[in-house]
Every structure is written in structure tokens, then in C-alpha cells.
């Protein structure tokens, strides 16, 4: 899902035209302080609280707001924060090994103590940002509708804690990509609180809608969280790419990578701003992503996103009766996730192949769902309308050959029931005819069985490797064999090996007389009849 408008692509122009660098705030000083101001801007009408302003807006706060790519570097970023905060904490319990040869811990054993959770209906980048981390991360099962209650994770944490670990990060949803479900902040921040663990809010999706003052109840408990992220490029129509990042204490982020030089290098100036923006990130370079923002909301206002979103969560109602009115169908918003996973996916797959619309499969509870995601600026009901016909055609063809394939397989559900019926009758009651042709077969197996031998002048048989190399046995007897063969035509019983036996290409005859013998061991090796073979029968226990 991503969303676009006029104003975001030609700021997005102009900054690229520009070639800013805000390396530092000297290098371009409008990049660092028109990106504070903008996410001071976003914080506020969004309703987050205060303790994420910058001090360009509010000297006596300690937080910040960058703007990163995506939310997955945003949610990397702040698991780093979280764990050089845990080991600074954990350091001063423990001392190194310089220190103290015997009691120290390495930062390697340090880190092997920490662990992190998340709701299992996370994004994979919590998961990709735990692998870069180099800490284990523990995935916490959520309710049936993808919400992972208080009792949950503090089982969790004193499991943990028993087994001598140290719970320090824990990644909460508001709005999972999947589903858009959302975890009681309520719940999990008291007991985060308790336990001195870091609490970051994944709102990438649903974040946009904490402007809409009916939608508030969505960040009940933000008091408890330490860092949060949300896209503007999925429902506050900016284009890729732009991920508001806050953080509570900028001092803990800026400690992770830029450490204890960044406090030499502030400037003199009104509202003195916080240090270089490149602290709170990997790269050194940054683009002046704030504009396409600034001209979005400068373009559209507040009131003109909250407008947006509204439409498309009225659109999004009027899908609902279509789906309520086919039986074949569930709605996932009602976290109501019913049918088969095979037929949800050929559906999926059936109207991406038509290109009239796009539709992307998610996961919930092992269901395989699609997502239906509005993101056009000007969609309509009407649009709604001509996806739902596109929808409900497929469906129907889908389903109809489900169906014909159920009936091809209920006939062969009889016929393989009325041939068990007969099977387990014949055990039962033998015929007499039967009897004697399964005894004559015996005897046929047992007398080809007692031919290779015979026949197989090869000494040391079992040293034949699988390759067709030989073992360790005689080094001659394969020749001598092949010798006899051509002295004892008759002794060959099939008559195309004896256009082998003509050629002049000694490995051609060599092939012939391998498969002669491996055609004869498999016979007798997959006979219903031999103990030894892995071929089994019904039979088989009346001799």
C-alpha cells in the first residue's frame, strides 16, 4: 500500500534538485532544521505526546523526531537504542574481562543475555532487525484477534529471567500490516514499565489516523513508549520514501552511534537544535526528505488529511455489505478469517492475472487472507464497486472448480472404499484359485532369486559400489565375468543383450551385463513376496 499526491512528488522534485546533503547542519542547515519542525509539526497534530518534541519546540524536552526511510530501518534503529542502552546498564553490573579475568563478561556474553519479544503478527523486519542485531527475539502468540495480552508477555519475561536472560526491547502494533490489528497499549505498557523494557510502537499503517479526533482511542497508553514510527507513504499522501521515527530520550539514541564526541559538536544559534541528524542513523548522508512533507501539509492542512483518511474508512464500509452477503466469503475486519488457503490464493492469484486490480495475500492464525487496501487520493464508491465485480467474478470460477474437483474426488472416495471393502473381504476368504496362483508365484520368485545366484559369477557381489565402481574385491572378477559372457553367449536371457555382446565397445557390454544383474536383484528385491524387499503386501503373512 503506498499513496502519492501532487504536492509530495514536486517536493520530492525540488529537494532532488536541490542535491542537499544534511551531513551536518552546517553542510545545509535548512535540511536539519526544517526536518525538526516538520516532525514537530507531525507529533502535534497527531496527538502523540509531548516528550517527543525536539528542543527547537520545546526546550526542556528530551526527545527527537527523524525522518528515516522505512519503517523497517526505524524499528532496527530502535532495537539497537534499546540494546547499547541494556548493555551500558548490564556493564556496570558486570565488569569486563580485562577487568576481572574470572567474573567479567565480553560484550559477545552480554548480548547472548538479552532477548526481545513481539507479537507474532509483527512485520518480518522485527524479526530481519533482531538477525542484524545480534540478540534472539521471541515471538509472543496473539489472541484470535491478534492482540498479545499483558499475561502473555509477562509469562514471558519470567520464563526468560529463570533461564538467566534479560528482557530488554519489546515491539508493540498499532495496526498490523496483515490484518490491522492493535495491541492494548494499556496492557503491555505497565508491565514494560515494570520490567525496565524498552516499548516500541509499530504504527507504519494506522499511525495517519491519530489526527482523526474519533480515532484516539487508538493511542491509549503512548506514556509508556520509548519510540514509535509511522509512514507517511501509506495514509498521509507522501511518496516513498519518508518514515516519521520519534524517540523519548534522544540521549540513549545518539549514545548508540555516535557516542560521547556528538556533545562537541553543537552550534550557537536561537533554539539551538540537537546534534547532527546523522547520529540517529547508519548513513552519514541525508536527503531533505522534509520538504515533500512540509509541502504536503502546507498543501492539504490538517483537516485535508484528515479528509483523505476518513474517505477511505468510508470506503472500506461500503465493501462490507458485498462481502456479508456472499456465503463463500469472510470479512477479515470482523476478524472472522474462515475457508481454504489453496482457493484463498488461486483467488488472489486469478485478479492480479487479470490487471484490473491488485490485491496482495497476507497470513493470520496459519489463514491465508487477501488484503483489500485502499490508497488512491481520488477513490470512489464507484471504484469499490468495479473491484468487488472483479473480486466476486474469480470467486465464482474459482469455487466452481473446486467444486467439480470435490465431486471427481468424492467418486474416487467410493471407488477406493469398494475396493478396501473387497480387500479386507478376500483377506477374510480367500479364493482357492487365488491360493494357488500366489503359491505358484512364490515359487517363481524363489526360483529367479535362486537363478542370480547362479547366474551372478561376480565374487564379492556386495562390494559393488552404487556408482558401478568397484570395491574391494577381486579387481578381476568383473572381467572375467564379462570374459565368460562373451565365451557362453546362451548364458545372456535377454535378446537385445545380445546386440551388446556384438559390439566392439567393451564398456557397452559392461552396461549390458550391470543391467542384467540389477534388473534381476530388483525383481527379486521388490517382490511382495520377499522378506527382504521393501515391497509389502497383504499377503505376505500367509506364507
Not at 516528550?51 to 526546550?59: D, I, K, M
Not at 462481502?323 to 488457503?341: A, I, K, M, T, W
Request: charged share 25%; proline share 4%.
Amino acid at each position: 500500500m503506498a499513496g502519492n499526491s501532487w504536492p509530495s512528488i514536486l517536493g520530492d522534485i525540488f529537494s532532488n534538485g536541490m542535491a542537499a546533503n544534511g551531513q551536518t547542519w552546517y553542510s545545509c542547515p535548512v535540511s536539519t532544521e526544517l526536518e525538526c519542525i516538520v516532525m514537530d509539526w507531525c507529533c502535534k497534530f497527531l496527538g502523540l505526546p509531548q516528550f517527543f518534541l525536539s528542543t527547537y519546540s520545546e526546550p526542556r524536552s528530551h526527545g527527537q523526531g527523524i525522518l528515516q526511510c522505512s519503517a523497517s530501518e526505524a524499528i532496527f534503529y530502535s532495537m539497537v537504542w534499546a540494546r547499547e542502552d541494556a548493555v551500558r546498564q548490564l556493564r556496570a553490573r558486570f565488569p569486563t574481562k580485562k577487568e576481572d579475568p574470572v567474573n567479567g563478561k565480553s560484550r559477545a556474553e552480554l548480548l547472548n543475555m538479552l532477548v526481545a519479544y513481539c507479537n507474532n503478527e509483527c512485520h518480518c523486519c522485527v524479526e530481519r532487525a533482531a538477525m542484524m542485531g545480534c540478540v534472539r527475539i521471541r515471538k509472543l502468540k496473539a489472541d484470535k484477534k491478534g492482540v498479545v495480552r499483558s499475561t502473555t508477555l509477562m509469562n514471558a519475561i519470567e520464563e526468560d529471567m529463570e533461564k538467566g536472560l534479560i528482557p530488554f526491547f519489546h515491539c508493540a502494533i498499532i495496526g498490523s500490516t496483515g490484518v490491522t490489528s492493535y495491541d492494548d497499549l494499556m496492557e503491555v505498557g505497565p508491565v514494560c514499565e515494570k520490567y525496565s523494557i524498552w516499548l516500541h510502537v509499530d504504527a507504519a499503517y494506522s499511525g495517519s489516523a491519530f489526527c482523526c479526533p474519533e480515532l484516539a482511542y487508538l493511542k491509549q497508553g503512548y506514556e509508556y513508549v520509548w519510540s514509535t514510527n509511522i509512514n507517511t507513504n501509506k495514509w498521509m499522501m507522501c511518496n516513498f520514501e519518508a518514515s516519521l521515527h520519534w524517540v523519548r530520550y534522544r540521549t540513549k539514541a545518539l549514545a548508540a552511534f555516535a557516542g560521547p564526541k556528538w556533545e562537541k559538536t553543537t552550534y550557537k544559534y536561537p533554539n539551538n537544535v540537537p546534534p547532527d541528524l546523522k547520529h540517529y542513523g547508519v548513513a552519514s548522508s541525508r536527503r531533505l526528505r522534509a520538504f515533500k512533507l512540509y509541502c504536503v501539509i502546507r498543501n492539504y492542512g490538517v483537516e485535508g488529511i484528515r479528509r483523505y483518511i476518513r474517505n477511505h474508512i468510508s470506503l472500506a464500509g461500503c465493501l462490507k455489505p458485498y462481502v456479508e452477503r456472499d456465503q463463500d466469503l469472510s470479512f477479515v475486519v470482523d476478524r472472522s478469517v474462515l475457508g481454504y488457503n489453496s482457493l484463498t490464493q488461486k483467488l488472489n492469484d486469478a485478479i492480479n492475472a487479470s490487471h484490473k486490480i491488485h490485491m496482495v495475500p497476507s497470513h493470520f492464525h496459519d489463514k491465508v487472507v487477501i488484503r483489500f487496501a485502499l490508497c488512491a487520493e481520488y477513490a470512489n464508491e464507484r471504484d469499490v464497486d468495479d473491484a468487488w465485480n472483479a473480486i466476486d467474478h474469480h470467486a465464482t470460477e474459482i469455487l466452481h472448480m473446486a467444486q467439480e474437483e470435490l465431486k471427481n474426488d468424492r467418486a474416487m472416495r467410493d471407488t477406493f472404499m469398494q475396493q478396501r471393502k473387497h480387500d479386507i473381504h478376500f483377506d477374510y476368504f480367500p479364493h482357492p484359485d487365488h491360493t494357488e496362483k500366489l503359491a505358484e508365484a512364490k515359487q517363481v520368485a524363489k526360483d529367479l532369486e535362486k537363478s542370480i545366484h547362479e547366474d551372478a559369477l561376480i565374487k564379492d557381489a556386495d562390494n559393488t559400489a552404487v556408482d558401478g565402481s568397484w570395491g574391494h574385491g577381486d579387481p578381476d572378477a568383473f572381467s572375467n565375468y564379462d570374459k565368460k559372457l562373451r565365451d557362453n553367449p546362451e548364458m545372456v536371457r535377454f535378446n537385445w543383450e545380445e546386440d551388446y555382446l556384438r559390439t566392439e565397445d567393451p564398456e557397452v557390454f559392461k552396461v549390458a551385463s550391470m543391467l542384467h544383474l540389477a534388473m534381476l536383484q530388483r525383481t527379486v528385491a521388490n517382490s511382495p513376496f520377499n522378506k527382504k524387499g521393501k515391497g509389502k503386501s497383504r499377503y505376505s503373512n500367509d506364507f
